[in-house]
């Protein structure tokens, strides 16, 4: 399950940036995106390892592509660090959404074949 | 009998050759060598985020510094909103993240992510030692972090090759012995087959 945990991670690091970042009040849609995504990435990464939502991380891939959407829509030329990590996030996110939750043994229809 | 105790081994040779290019033997050095060029690349991007005042270079000196500055870096940077250098961790961060997923036997019951880490390795990696170069000759400038991570890329190929090719050859084999578009499909999907297995373990060798 490790690239859930790393998710979560990530997730929890989209949380802190409004603050770390320092998006200003008046930034409206900087707060909700940010602390939106972190909430989506987490639930649906925590999600996973619960038996009857273990495909939940696939729909992080929507959230990734949102947010790397997001980022380039919004952002100016040059674009602000908030947007960056917006950006540079949706990327880290989509690599491991895609990897399985137990990646390193194999998928379950070929032990299933086998036994 | 003998086939039963051989699809119950992960670590088998994969065709073409005599040995599993998906045992950790194998995949860990790409990991490393990736690992250390992501830390190189992200270094560079800290310079070109001005996050640090400087960057190291032993043989060029300000050279290195040029490069990261140059019109060409600039416009990646217009076009893509993050510097050049970041882009590039991104990538080896995907070699290190596609090289630790999988089992030992993923040429065969993963095909898809060895291939996904192949794109990433191969062409990504060509396309990285030719942008070095490019701004050596381009911007007139060399810098020598990037020079490591060229050849790192390259080197990364060398170990990677053999891995993809057994599983392109297997998905080659599994088309060749059904002609069958939906159980080529699946098989790419890593979904298993009595048939997928028939064909993964002729000609293997055992050791």
Redesign the interface.
């Known amino acids: 399950m490790w ?1 859930r945990v790393v998710e979560v991670m990530l997730g929890c690091w989209l949380g802190m940036s409004p603050f770390i970042f320092r998006h200003n009040s008046y930034q409206r849609e900087l707060w909700w995106n940010d602390l939106g995504c972190a909430f989506a990435v987490v639930t649906l990464s925590l999600l996973s390892f619960w038996r009857c939502c273990r495909a939940a991380h696939f729909g992080l891939c929507a959230v990734a592509i949102w947010l790397v959407a997001f ?2 829509a919004e ?1 100016p ?3 602000p ?1 908030a ?2 990590n917006d ?2 996030v949706g ?2 996110l989509l ?2 959404a ?3 939750n137990e ?5 379950r ?2 032990s ?3 036994s | 009998m003998k086939t039963t105790e051989l ?2 081994n ?1 670590e088998i040779a994969a065709p073409p050759w005599n040995y599993n290019p998906s045992a950790w033997r194998q995949r860990l050095p790409v990991c490393l060598f990736a690992a250390a060029a992501f830390l190189i690349a992200s270094y560079m991007a800290l310079y070109q ?1 001005r996050l640090i005042d400087n960057v190291w270079d032993p043989i060029f000196g300000e050279q290195t510094r040029s490069v990261l500055d140059s019109q060409v870096s600039a416009r990646m ?2 076009w ?3 510097p050049d250098a ?1 882009l590039g961790a ?1 990538a080896y ?2 070699d290190l ?2 090289g ?4 030992t ?1 993923r040429w065969q ?2 095909p898809w992510l060895v291939v ?1 880490f192949g794109l990433d390795v191969i062409p990504l990696g060509i396309v990285s030692a030719v942008l070095v170069v490019l701004q050596g000759t381009m911007v007139g400038s060399w810098c020598f972090l990037c020079l490591v991570t060229a050849a790192i890329s390259l080197l990364l190929i060398l170990f990677a090759y053999d891995e993809v090719w057994s599983s392109l050859l297997y998905l080659y084999r599994v088309w060749l012995r059904t002609r069958n578009l939906r159980v080529l499909w699946d098989t790419f999907w ?5 048939v997928g ?1 028939e064909v993964a373990l002729a000609g293997t060798v055992r050791y």
Do not use: C, E
């Open positions: 690239p980022g380039y952002a030329v040059p674009a660090p947007l960056q950006i540079l990327m880290l690599m491991f895609i990897i399985p990646a390193n043994l194999p998928p229809s070929w299933d074949l086998r | 699809s119950l992960l985020w940077q217009r893509f909103h993050v970041a991104i961060l995907g993240i596609f630790l997923a999988g089992s036997r019951y993963r996904l890593g979904r298993a087959s009595q297995d």
